[in-house]
């Protein structure tokens, strides 16, 4: 024992340096959130979607509304190119001189045409078929199939025939498209085919007239018969009036996205509100107040969308957003009312809140400083799952017609019309779905990240 | 329990009666005439029929008339003003039994398939099924049912050609087979969504200390996981069954015009667009009425199935 034992220790500046930097709520909710993969991946997607519906129609300068029933429910496709062809022009075909025309005698069987061909370069405009005469026919039919016959009874489209042995040609002008055609030619006796065929597979070129292209606004200086010239490019594919499909993706998204955005805001501010002041004052004014909010709870949801959506009214040309958003916020603030007056009734018993009041501190510094503060996290949460709650209304609404008003599309409309389509032109359903579940599948996934990052719960859980 | 159950009805008549009062001021704000058609209706035509839906009384008069007559034991919701020989009632009378057999098979199919996945997730946390069942659970949170419903009827096209004949109808309403897609699809959302919430209860519970008691005193663990585990868990999933009621009854018109299925959703769509205001404020109010009942119902329920609630 020394005197140093009873002398007090010697302050130094380390003690009472911190050996980790010091972290808010939200910096330390911001570390949770980025250990999350699937939040951030989802974070990501929604910056991109908002990329995506800000910069889009600035880089992609395609008026949504530009009908064109030359291109009318397009698949997506790479760009594409067509050849300039002059005005259709009428062909004699080929007859073979000294050929006879009718068979000099009967045969049971006659052999398959040979060589047959094309007498130029096929494409969209006309495919011109040649082949050489068969000895013993008086006459030939013409078949179109879309893949390999298998065997005499999968010819395909009957197009039409020749009735002499040395006609050897025919032309097929019949709805073309740039794709594979099995063309088959059976030789036949005047009335009757011999069972014997030769096939040939063509891909005739996606042709456009120098007129066509003219009124398309499509040719460019110099440009003559037989040079190519790019199409119309539509990564997304048409719809069924021929719409670029990208186009009002991207319109769409403004809709949905405005709805999906502005409506939580302000039916959670509302709601915040709401929720804070019955919470806050308690006693009768909470009870009456939230026995309303019960009254609005339990009506019927959909059906009161639909009503108040008709009641704001739309006036002509207008696109309905801005009735469906009102309709929205008047249903949908008790949620979040119920949420955070539960919130504030639990920290208003905090010990916190006693020792603000003791120091003197008045209402409004209590709310603004303790009260809303210490509630944030949960109603950012409630904010992100609602943003997929409204558009998932919007979408409905538009589906069953009672949304945003035809010219303009968005999403739920677009599905309405792909719907029709669904069976031969799959993708008109299938982009807007693909961007609508999307959408709502990150802000799901983001609200679950939220919710762990600032939920005190969960991590006392951990 | 009866002072409860009698408290929470009378709560219920106030509901109703502010969903009938709200229904009352929003349709009339719709702009547009009910009585006009494409039909030219002269002067004296017209007065008749606005006396007829007694239209020719102020507001306030008409509306009194309405709570008077929608008064139990016989409610009276008037003569739709498009099918000018039919009453409302026998409307709602045809076409809502489609509807509830349709929501109740949905229903089923949500809470049972809801209780297999979720406990099937439980068992197999964090391993293969688990990760299968919960990325199809976000898939049906964020895919919306109408394009379910055009997948379904898709799959459904595919099925019978691979038959050959019609194995199970791909729209209209009659028979069994029919009902078997739409409820599917109807219930797929509120399914999703019972499955992560049976997840979750069921994770809670095996941290409780009945099931560490039950486990101390030997039990199997089939015993433990039947009458201790499931039984717990489930009681969440029924407390978020009754809001769902209201969920899938509300929300089946889109199922109703995918599928072609008479249901009285899609009579109220068609109501709205032609401005018929008895249909409107008939069918309003009874799924109103109807809604918050189930409610009550199932709150009435939870008492005897948890009897925990009941001491309180």
Known sequence: MS???????????????????????????????????????????IILLGIFTALGPVLWQVDPALQDLNQVSQPP??????????????????????????AIEYLEMVDAPMGLRTSDHPTTQRVRLIWNPVHGASGYNIYRNQRYPEDFNDLGLPLGGTFAGNEVSYEDRLSLESRSYYYSVVPTDGFDEYESFSVVEIIPRTSITLDEARSRGLLPEGKTIGEEVSLKFHPFGTDYLG????????????????????????????????????????????????????????????????????????????SGIVPMLIALVL??????????????????????????????????YLVLRHIIPNTIGV??????????????????????????????????????????????????????????????????????????????????RE | MIVYTLKRLLAGVITVWFIATATFIAMHQVPGDPLLNDKAVSAEIRKNLERRYGLDKPITHQYLIFLRNMLPPNPDFGISFTQQNRRVNDIIKDHFPVSAILGLLAIFFSAAGGVLFGALTAIYRNRLPDIVIMFLVILGISVPSFVFAALGQLLLVNVNSLMGYSLIPVAGWGSFTHMLMPSLVLGLGTMALLTRLMRT??????????????????????RIFFKH???????????????QIAVITTGGFIVELVFAIPGLGRYFVQAVQQLDYTVIMGTTVFYGAFLVFMVIVVDILYGFIDPRVRVQ
Not at chain 1, 3 to 18: G, H, K, Y
């Open chain 1, 379 to 460: 109603i950012l949460v409630t904010l992100t799952f609602a943003v997929p709650f409204a558009i998932f209304t919007e979408a409905f609404l538009s589906f069953i017609g009672m949304g945003v008003a035809p010219p303009h599309p968005s999403w739920g409309s677009m599905c309405n019309e792909g719907v029709k389509t669904m069976l031969s032109h799959p993708h008109e359903l299938i982009f807007p779905a693909v961007f609508i579940s999307i959408t709502v599948l990150a802000f799901n996934l983001l609200g679950d990240g939220l919710t762990e990052a600032l939920d005190s719960r969960m991590r006392a």
């Open chain 1, 243 to 318: 719409r670029d499909i990208m186009a009002r993706l991207m319109e769409g998204a403004r809709v949905s996205l405005f709805i999906g955005i502005f409506a939580p805001l302000f039916y959670v501010l509302f709601g915040v509100i709401y929720g804070g002041f019955a919470g806050y004052f308690g006693g009768q004014i909470d009870a009456l107040l939230m026995r309303f909010a019960d009254f609005v709870v339990a009506l019927p949801f959909l059906l009161f969308m639909i009503l108040f959506k008709i009641a704001f009214g739309i006036g002509p040309g207008e």
């Open chain 1, 77 to 102: 496709s790479l760009p594409k190119t067509a050849i300039l062809v002059g005005q259709y022009e009428p062909w004699k075909g080929i007859v073979i001189e000294d050929f006879p025309p009718e």
């Open chain 2, 229 to 243: 585990q499931l039984r717990n868990a489930i009681l969440p999933v029924i407390t978020v069954l009754g809001p």
């Open chain 1, 3 to 45: 005197v140093l034992d009873f002398s007090p220790a010697r302050r130094t500046a380390q003690i009472e340096q911190l050996t980790r930097p010091s972290l808010s709520y939200w910096q330390d909710a911001w570390i949770r959130l980025r250990k999350n993969v699937r939040a951030i991946i989802s974070l990501y997607i």
């Open chain 2, 201 to 222: 209860s069921m994770l809670d519970v095996v941290n409780e200390d009945y099931i560490k008691t039950a486990r101390a005193k030997g039990l199997s663990p089939q």
């Open chain 1, 331 to 364: 249903l949908s603030w008790p949620s979040t009312a119920r949420l955070v007056r539960g919130q504030v009734l639990k920290i208003r018993e905090q010990g916190y809140i006693d020792a603000a009041r003791l120091l003197g501190g008045r209402h409004h």
